[in-house]
C-alpha cells in the first residue's frame, strides 16, 4: 500500500511506495492469537507468496480448506490480471454461509506477498498476520446467527509489482468491486472491514483518514475503551490499500493498519518480516477489537 501520514494539519508528509488446523479448534470457541499466529506459521511455511506463485495456490488452498472446515461455502474468484510483468491469474477467495438477502458484513485481507525477486520474502505481517487473524475470526464467527450475514474475503494481487500506482495494485480489490457493482452485491454490504499489517509486536494502529469516518471513529472509540490508547497511533493517515476500490463504489469501509513496523518502519517490504517480529497478543487485540465494533454494526440496519 501507499500512504501519507501526519499529526494535525499534516504539516510533514511522508511518501512510501509500497489442511487442517493444527490446534483443531472447534468453530464458535473464543478468539485465539496463538491460534492465528499458528496460520501465520502455516502461510510463512509456503514461502514466498507472489500472485501466480505455486506457493501463493498452496497458501490459497489451505485458506479455503480451513473455511470449507468451518462450514462456509467458499468461491474462487478467479480473473486474469494485465501487470508490469504480462498477464497473470489471480485467485480472490470469497467465504459465504448466508446469500446476504438482510445485508452483510465483509472481513477482508489480502494473502500475496509483495513479489521481491533473488529475496526471500515471507510476509509473516504482510499479509500472513492480516490473513491469519481473518481465518481466526471465520472461525469464531462461524456460528453465529446475526441478523447481517459475515463473508469472508481474501484477496490477490494487492501488491504492485513494480511501483504502486493506480494501476499496478490492488488488483484483487479492484476487479472484485467492478464485480460486485456490476452484480448488485455491492448494495447488500453493508460495511468492509480490512485488515493489514496488524501482527507488530509493536502494536501502532493508524487513523485512516480514507476509511468512512463513522467505521473508523468506531474503531478508536471500542479500542479505546478496551484499555489500548497505548496501541493506537497519534498520526492520522492517508492510506491508499485494498478498501479504496469499495468505497468508490459506495461500500463503508474501514482499514485497521500498523504503518510503524520495526524502526522507521524498517521491516515493512524487507526479509525483515519474519515471525519473530510478530505475536499472537498483537493479533489478539485486533481480532477483539473487531469482535466488539460488529453488534455496533449490526445494529446500523
Known sequence: MRYFFGCGCALAIVLFSCGQNPFA????????????????????????????????????????????????????????????????RMHNLIARKGDGENGAIVL???????????????????????????????????????????????????????????????????????????????GKIRALILLDIIGDKNLDIYYDINSTP??????????????????????????????IPFLDIGIPCVDIIDLNYGPENSYWHTEEDTLDKISPESMEKVGRVVLEILPEIQKKR
Open 108 to 186: 477482508a485481507s489480502h494473502y500475496d506477498t509483495k513479489l521481491m525477486e533473488g529475496r526471500n520474502f515471507v510476509g509473516a505481517n504482510d499479509a500472513g498476520s492480516s490473513t491469519g487473524l481473518v481465518l481466526e475470526l471465520a472461525r469464531v464467527l462461524a456460528s453465529k446467527d446475526d441478523p447481517l450475514d459475515y463473508w469472508f474475503l481474501f484477496l490477490d494481487g494487492e501488491e504492485a509489482f513494480v511501483e504502486w500506482s493506480t494501476f499496478d495494485s490492488t488488483y484483487g480489490s479492484r476487479h472484485l468491486a467492478k464485480r460486485w457493482k456490476r452484480e448488485g452485491v455491492a
Open 25 to 88: 479448534v472447534s468453530a464458535g470457541a473464543p478468539l485465539s492469537g496463538e491460534n492465528a499466529m499458528e496460520y501465520v506459521r502455516t502461510q510463512v511455511s509456503f514461502g514466498p507468496r507472489p500472485p501466480g506463485s505455486e506457493s501463493l495456490q498452496k497458501c490459497r488452498a489451505f485458506i479455503s480448506n480451513e473455511l470449507q472446515g468451518f462450514g462456509y461455502r467458499v468461491e474462487d474468484d478467479a480473473f486474469t490480471a494485465e501487470t508490469p510483468y504480462g498477464p497473470i
Open 214 to 243: 463513522w467505521l473508523m471513529d468506531l474503531v478508536w472509540e471500542k479500542a479505546s475503551r478496551m484499555g489500548l490508547q497505548p496501541n493506537l497511533s497519534r498520526y492520522k493517515s492517508s492510506v491508499l490499500d485494498d478498501h
